[in-house]
């Protein structure tokens, strides 16, 4: 008698068809063991929204007496491993209003693995991490997030290498012979096979201690009762502004207390002020209404509202004046004009710091032939 | 039975004068539609949701129907709105803007609510507005003494229900419901509707019919300005890229706006009092000063064309040659001169 | 003509006479013109109209009156009745008190609007002529179009008379649009006999109604600038469980503010009776008969003559089925051996293939300690007349069963050729 869960944290859209083949192929493999298994995405999450995390899940176990409570669950928690497919992901997800961010490790249970794709150290990792009061397991799958779109899928093996990753760091719910031969028969492809297997053994995980970890605050809510909502399906709207934050003499638009987007986001825009010619099309063109205007006409970004699509970046008509760089390289959502007005010297080797180290924009762009030189042809699926 | 006396319908006919932003740095800081929504990173038709109603100020009434910005946009027990907005069915802005005017007409005319111009936008998407809510946007469009606004916002497939094909969607596009495959390569063999003139000809109450994009902000602020400004039911296209449905990097969302007037694939006119004109970069196209870029470089652009074969984009590019050297009026009226 | 026993005092009886208050008049109309008339003694301010036979003659009243000056309303002729339905729910949100109507497949093809009317508890008051369902098309009565929406917070009312139409109609509003209720009201009048034929009907004049009739005051729920809101954004299941028990709660109280309402319209216009049921004959009943709507007249001829023969036998006619009078059908047929549903409609494959109104009685019997059989009736579909033969020839089964169990179940057809 045994029942085996694996939760999968994964950037909406971008990571939709890498999360499927990651849980189906945990079905697939255990199948092999003779268990059975199933497969399923959280309700909530779909329609999926791009970046926005989501999850999906998959449970196997020896009976289907065993797996019958999971057939009418949304989200199962206490998994013997949680997935995260983006390290950015690690900063916490907030997929929908009134959730708060919920850490990546909230739904592992004691001793559990959480399995990271990532290219930074896992001390970089736990400064992401909330600290929780169970000790776990954190293994890392090295590699840069895979991202895709809607219809065309970047088959780089960042799957398999997790499905190779996975029966090395919980052999009780699927063992590396299984994978193979469920990759080999679904994939027909023994490329894949061998990426499993160099991913298996390259995995190591070690222990997180009760406490150790990071994290940004989080917030939780009450979720009212049917006597203290109002009848009607009525909610107050956003007032028209919100705290000025130190704008003095600038404007900051109302938003929602309680929906904040930036675990949307895996790139963010560093500004550089000095070069700022206060042109209007950042702030104009955000669909995220995420820039506040300075008093002095500056346009400082709202971290908590930013999704990081790029747009700002795309319309900025000053080179470098607001470049994305990965999420990863940063600890906090202030804001970066305070930071510039408190010391423009630091802030402008700050910035260059973090543009100098930023990583190659790995995103959901896509368009036949862009992969050719990244990944055999044969793999690249149309 | 005694006869009640009433005003005459005109004297309800006020709008709001609404002038045009001379220039980016006159467009105000307030915002009616803010942060707070769960839209796609770099989706465009949040985008337009915030040039719609930062162009309509304060006292605005928004009627949305179903569509991502319903289901992305507004998450119970929160909002991203500032000003009044309400759900409204799928087919059903062109009856949610007459319900929404006409209540308040008769409130006010009753002495039952304080006179003033409000303004009545209600939106849809291409599902609910090219396909299922057209009669009720016909309907709407023909109560000349009602001042309501109609914004479709085109992303041209089913986006909320994760990328269905619509009747607005591009000929050949990828959707979970016109996937290519090995026996079929093309699946929606539909050409665009287009939904903005074929109102506009069928429409004579209706003074003012605009296409825009929100790529270009500040003429879609002003084309806004100027539909609520003129009075009695009017009507605006917005063609709103979509990173999820048109399989893009999000950042670009902007530029394949630019891409798709520049192409001439997305027209930009206005018809105002029923003369059409062609304006911005659509003008110049016409005019013979701007030489459109070949379709292929709207459309390599997108995984949703992704399957797009040479002869495939050859065809996007011959029916697009065809509306703008044959059609009477590029863009607007298809019939070719006798 | 009434006769001596309908105007029995305590029978919940309500008769088309009553008091006179001052300026109002007696005129000679239909079930149809009498709920315009009370739409124009509302002062209703915005009414949608789409055609569909029979309860488009009501629009046609309304129109005459908007165009001869008698009434002054946001008159809009829908191009469907999806659309007539939500133009009335989106008036209603911006505190505009509205009107509107169908009938048969005009009922349904306004169907989401009706869902989300009362979703968004919004108390449009609409007439529903009651109308055989499509296809095969057909004009007259079955009760199924309006049953349609039983279970999604709707009131649901149907009249007996031209008379009772009208007062409904003002009750309606002032129930409907009670800031603990906020439910839409739809008042079904039987196809034909009460949409198109004529009667005596006291029309109470516009000042005594206003006095009755409190404005519709939508409070913190008004979408409007002055009160910005957000209404019904999309919803999950962290949330709607909430929300239904609100709606809920909402229709548990409309019994408490119908019985405000009835007797405030009692204690003015001298008409109304119990709001719930009206209970004819059934102080001494042996068994009874149950039905909805114009059934009623035959039934109490029925009862009468039967009566005359010594048979001990009684009528409950309901008038709300929703909130559905649980406790006042449990007070008035407790007593009883055996009870006769007559049905206007039809519940294929429902439990003993019954209609929906036998259903609901047997359900609402069943917790007594001594329940009555229910025998099902179907009669009358597609507007066919349900005689007074028919009706003494059914009660007769009700004394043959009473004694047999296994009958109790049956769904006995009434005048169909086999």
């Known amino acids: 008698m045994s029942i085996g869960t694996v939760e999968v944290i994964?950037?909406?859209?971008?990571?939709?068809?890498?999360?499927?083949?990651?849980?189906?192929?945990?079905?697939?493999?255990?199948?092999?063991?003779?268990?059975?298994?199933?497969?399923?995405?959280?309700?909530?999450?779909?329609?999926?929204?791009?970046?926005?995390?989501?999850?999906?899940?998959?449970?196997?176990?020896?009976?289907?007496?065993?797996?019958?409570e999971y057939l009418s669950r949304y989200e199962p928690n206490n998994n013997d491993v949680t997935i995260v497919a983006d390290d950015t992901l690690c900063k916490g997800v907030e997929s929908w209003a009134w959730s708060g961010l919920q850490p990546v490790n909230k739904l592992l249970r004691p001793g559990g693995t959480l399995l990271v794709v990532s290219t930074q150290p896992p001390g970089a990792l736990l400064r992401d991490i909330h600290r929780r009061e169970t000790p776990y397991q954190l293994a890392i799958v090295p590699g840069a997030a895979s991202f895709s779109g809607m219809f065309v899928f970047k088959d780089d093996h960042t799957d398999v290498r997790l499905l190779g990753a996975l029966a090395r760091v919980a052999p009780h719910i699927v063992t590396l012979p299984s994978i193979g031969e469920a990759i080999a028969e679904q994939w027909k492809n023994d490329f894949k096979v061998t990426s499993a297997k160099q991913a298996h053994d390259a995995t190591e995980a070690s222990p997180v201690a009760a406490g150790q970890g990071g994290g940004l605050p989080l917030r939780s809510y009450d979720l009212p009762g049917s006597s203290r909502m109002t009848?009607?399906?009525?909610?107050?709207?956003?007032?028209?502004?919100?705290?000025?934050?130190?704008?003095?003499g600038g404007f900051t638009p109302g938003r929602s207390a309680t929906f904040k987007k930036f675990s949307t986001r895996t790139l963010r825009p560093v500004i550089d002020f000095a070069t700022c010619k206060k042109c209007t099309l950042c702030w104009l063109q955000c669909p995220d209404t995420s820039f506040n205007i300075t008093a002095e006409g500056l346009y400082d970004v709202d971290l908590e509202a930013c999704s990081g699509c790029g747009v700002c970046e795309a319309v900025c008509p000053v080179k470098d004046c607001i470049v994305m760089v990965n999420e990863a390289a940063f600890d906090d959502n202030a804001s970066p004009w305070a930071a510039w007005r408190q010391d423009a010297r630091s802030y402008a080797t700050w910035r260059a710091g973090k543009l100098a180290a930023r990583a190659p924009r790995a995103h959901g762009f896509h368009h036949p032939g862009q992969y050719a030189a990244e990944s055999a042809p044969s793999q690249v699926r149309r | 039975m005694q006869a009640t006396t009433r005003e005459p319908l005109d004297a309800f006919l006020a709008t709001q004068?609404?002038?045009?932003?001379?220039?980016?740095?006159?467009?105000?800081?307030?915002?009616?539609?803010?942060?707070?929504?769960?839209?796609?990173?770099?989706?465009?038709?949040?985008?337009?949701?915030?040039?719609?109603?930062?162009?309509?100020?304060?006292?605005?009434?928004?009627?949305?129907?179903?569509?991502?910005?319903?289901?992305?946009?507004?998450?119970?027990?929160?909002t991203p709105w500032v000003v009044p907005w309400m759900h409204t069915q799928l087919g059903s802005s062109g009856s949610a803007a007459t319900g929404t005017v006409a209540g308040l007409r008769a409130l006010m005319r009753k002495g039952k609510m304080n006179k003033e111009p409000i303004n009545v936008i209600a939106f849809c998407g291409d599902g609910g507005g090219a396909d299922m809510g057209l009669s009720a946007i016909s309907a709407a469009l023909q109560h000349r003494d009602y001042n309501l606004l109609i914004l479709l916002y085109d992303n041209?497939?089913?986006?909320?229900?994760?990328?269905?094909?619509?009747?607005?969607?591009?000929?050949?596009?990828?959707?979970?419901?016109?996937?290519?495959?090995?026996?079929?390569?093309?699946?929606?063999?539909?050409?665009?509707?287009?939904?903005?003139?074929?109102?506009?000809?069928?429409?004579?109450?209706?003074r003012y019919v605009a296409t825009v994009c929100p790529s270009y902000a500040l003429d879609m602020l002003n084309k806004v300005r100027r539909a609520l400004s003129i009075g009695g039911p009017t009507f605006i296209h917005a063609l709103d890229p979509c990173p999820k449905g048109w399989d893009y990097d999000p950042m670009y969302s902007h530029e394949l706006?630019?891409?798709?007037?520049?192409t001439g694939i997305w027209p930009l006119?206005?018809?105002?009092?029923?003369?059409?004109?062609?304006?911005?970069?659509?003008?110049?196209?016409?005019q013979g000063t701007f030489k459109r870029k070949p379709v292929g470089e709207y459309l390599r652009r997108q995984g949703r064309f992704a399957h797009f074969n040479d002869e495939d984009v050859a065809y996007f590019q011959s029916k697009t040659d065809a509306m703008w050297q044959q059609w009477l009026i590029p863009g607007v009226l298809p019939f070719q001169a006798a | 003509m009434k006769s001596p026993d309908a105007t029995a005092p305590g029978k919940g009886q309500a008769p088309p006479g009553g008091t006179m208050s001052a300026g109002a008049t007696e005129e000679l109309i239909s079930g149809s013109e009498a709920i315009a008339h009370a739409c124009r003694l509302a002062d209703v301010d915005v009414i949608t109209a789409y055609p569909i036979r029979p309860y488009d003659t009501v629009m046609q009243y309304v129109a005459q009156m908007i165009a001869n000056g008698a009434f002054d309303c946001e008159f809009i002729v829908a191009e469907s009745e999806h659309s007539q339905f939500e133009i009335v729910k989106h008036a209603s949100a911006v505190g505009a008190r509205v009107f509107a109507g169908s009938s048969g497949v005009g009922w349904f093809y306004a169907f989401e609007a009706l869902a989300v009317t009362a979703g968004l508890r919004l108390p449009l008051v609409a007439m529903v002529g009651n109308r055989a369902l499509d296809d095969p098309g057909a004009f007259g009565v079955e009760h199924n179009d309006a049953l349609a929406v039983r279970d999604l917070g709707w009131l649901l009312a149907w009249v007996e008379t031209a008379q009772e139409a009208l007062d409904t109609a003002l009750i309606a509003y002032r129930v409907a649009e009670d800031a603990r209720v906020f439910l839409p009201c739809a008042i079904s009048c039987d196809g034909a006999f009460l949409t198109h034929s004529q009667s005596i009907v006291k029309v109470p004049d516009a000042a005594a109604v206003r006095a009755f009739l409190p404005p519709y005051r939508r409070g913190e729920k008004q979408l409007h600038p002055d009160n910005p809101i957000t209404i019904a954004p999309q919803v999950n299941e962290d949330w709607l469980m909430e929300i239904r028990r609100q709606s809920d709660l909402a229709m548990r109280r409309a019994s408490q503010v119908l019985l405000e309402a009835y007797a405030d319209f009692g204690a003015r216009f001298g008409r109304g009776g119990d709001p719930f049921?009206?209970?004819?004959?059934?102080?001494?009943?042996?068994?009874?008969?149950?039905?909805?709507?114009?059934?009623?007249?035959?039934?109490?001829?029925?009862?009468?003559?039967?009566?005359?023969?010594?048979?001990?036998?009684?009528?409950?006619?309901?008038r709300w089925f929703r909130p559905f009078p649980t406790e006042a059908l449990q007070a008035a047929l407790g007593g009883v051996r055996t009870v006769g549903v007559i049905d206007r409609d039809y519940g294929f494959g429902s439990a003993f293939h019954s209609g929906v109104l036998a259903n609901e009685v047997r359900a609402a019997l069943y917790p007594l300690q001594r329940r009555p059989g229910v025998v099902s009736f179907v009669a009358g579909l597609g507007g066919r007349e349900v005689t007074t033969d028919h009706v003494m020839a059914l009660a007769d089964r009700l004394w043959d069963t009473a004694a047999d169990k296994a009958s109790e179940q049956e769904t006995h057809w009434i005048d169909v050729r086999e």
């Not at chain 1, 009848?231 to 003095?248: K, T």
């Not at chain 2, 018809?271 to 059409?276: L, M, N, S, W």
């Open chain 1, 10 to 68: 994964y950037r909406g859209v971008f990571q939709k068809t890498l999360a499927k083949n990651l849980c189906r192929g945990v079905v697939f493999a255990a199948r092999k063991e003779g268990k059975i298994g199933i497969a399923f995405g959280r309700y909530g999450d779909s329609p999926e929204r791009n970046g926005i995390p989501a999850k999906q899940f998959a449970v196997v176990a020896d009976t289907e007496e065993e797996l019958q």
């Open chain 1, 231 to 248: 009848e009607g399906l009525v909610i107050r709207a956003l007032p028209a502004r919100g705290g000025d934050g130190g704008l003095d």
């Open chain 2, 17 to 78: 004068v609404l002038d045009a932003f001379k220039g980016v740095k006159k467009i105000p800081p307030e915002e009616y539609y803010s942060s707070g929504h769960r839209t796609c990173q770099g989706c465009e038709s949040a985008l337009a949701m915030r040039l719609m109603v930062k162009a309509a100020g304060p006292r605005t009434i928004v009627l949305g129907s179903t569509g991502c910005m319903y289901v992305a946009n507004t998450t119970y027990y929160t």
């Open chain 2, 156 to 206: 041209e497939s089913y986006a909320n229900t994760d990328i269905q094909v619509s009747g607005s969607s591009p000929y050949g596009a990828n959707s979970t419901f016109s996937p290519p495959g090995k026996a079929r390569r093309i699946m929606h063999r539909r050409w665009k509707k287009n939904t903005a003139a074929m109102l506009a000809a069928g429409h004579p109450d209706c």
């Open chain 2, 257 to 262: 706006g630019e891409l798709a007037v520049e």
């Open chain 2, 269 to 286: 006119f206005e018809i105002e009092q029923g003369k059409p004109a062609l304006y911005g970069r659509s003008k110049q196209i016409a």
């Open chain 3, 277 to 318: 049921i009206e209970a004819y004959h059934m102080d001494d009943a042996e068994v009874a008969l149950v039905g909805m709507g114009t059934l009623a007249m035959p039934v109490k001829v029925a009862v009468r003559k039967l009566r005359q023969q010594g048979r001990k036998v009684g009528f409950v006619r309901v």
